[in-house]
């Protein structure tokens, strides 16, 4: 349903009374080329924040990239690691039951 409304400063007043049954809901305003001021470049991040998002990209890609360690120079499991194992493994036989 296309509601004519009146934009002031946040808020949204209808020209034609309406009564709505919820008192919140998505809605899809369109707004007037002609009334959104352009703001230049509004995306463009300072230089030494563009520098350490590209330093952190580097470091993250490096240990996304670094191999696995060989299996027998991982340490044994723990039995609080066994017992989380165990119980996820249950967890999936009950839900296998549903």
């Not at 004519?4 to 369109?30: C, M, N, Q, W």
């Not at 191999?67 to 340490?75: K, N, Q, R, V, W």
Request: no cysteine.
């Amino acid at each position: 349903m296309n509601i004519e409304a009146i934009y002031d400063h946040g808020k949204l007043s209808f020209v034609t009374p309406i009564r709505l049954k919820h008192g919140k809901f998505r809605v899809i305003v369109t707004v007037p080329d002609d009334e959104v001021e352009v703001q230049g470049d509004a995306y463009t991040l300072p230089p030494e924040v563009l520098a350490m998002a590209k330093a952190m990209e580097e470091i993250l890609d490096r240990i996304r990239n670094e191999p696995p360690p060989a299996d027998e120079d991982l340490p044994p499991l723990t039995q609080k690691q066994l017992d989380r194992i165990e119980a996820f493994a249950l967890r999936e036989e009950v839900r296998g039951l549903r």
